[in-house]
């Protein structure tokens, strides 16, 4: 049997739009698995991206916000397959900023 990182359903949990990282950081806040914390602030991040991509979509370029959200809807089904695969690999250089940035939801 694979080793199944303690925290694995709460990771998974975090990937569910649009809450699903709040409700997986409340699970996570008593047991504390890295491996939840991990993927909890990359889904943050993922999340803050997905807004931008709002926000230019609708004050700056349709086009431009529409080809944000594609990627960033790309990177969010990427991220959640690591997370399913027990992997703490996410975005090139984003996710390793997002660890450094989102202490706060440690």
């Given at each position: 049997?694979?080793?199944?990182?303690?925290?694995?359903?709460?990771?998974?949990?975090?990937?569910?739009?649009?809450v699903?990282?709040?409700?997986?950081?409340?699970?996570?806040?008593?047991?504390?698995?890295?491996?939840?914390?991990?993927h909890?602030?990359?889904?943050?991040g993922?999340?803050?991206?997905?807004?931008?991509?709002?926000?230019?979509?609708?004050?700056?370029?349709?086009?431009?916000?529409?080809?944000?959200?594609?990627?960033?809807?790309?990177?969010?089904?990427?991220?959640?397959?690591?997370?399913?695969?027990?992997?703490?690999?996410?975005?090139?250089?984003?996710?390793?900023?997002?660890?450094?940035?989102?202490?706060?939801?440690?």
């Open positions: 049997m694979k080793n199944i990182p303690a925290g694995k359903s709460t990771s998974l949990i975090a990937y569910a739009p649009f699903g990282f709040i409700i997986a950081y409340f699970f996570n806040r008593e047991e504390n698995h890295p491996f939840a914390t991990w909890i602030k990359n889904m943050f993922l999340t803050l991206m997905f807004i931008v991509s709002l926000v230019i979509q609708a004050q700056v370029d349709v086009t431009v916000g529409d080809i944000i959200w594609l990627i960033c809807l790309l990177l969010w089904l990427f991220s959640w397959a690591m997370a399913f695969f027990n992997k703490r690999k996410g975005i090139p250089f984003l996710s390793e900023k997002f660890q450094e940035w989102f202490t706060f939801l440690n």
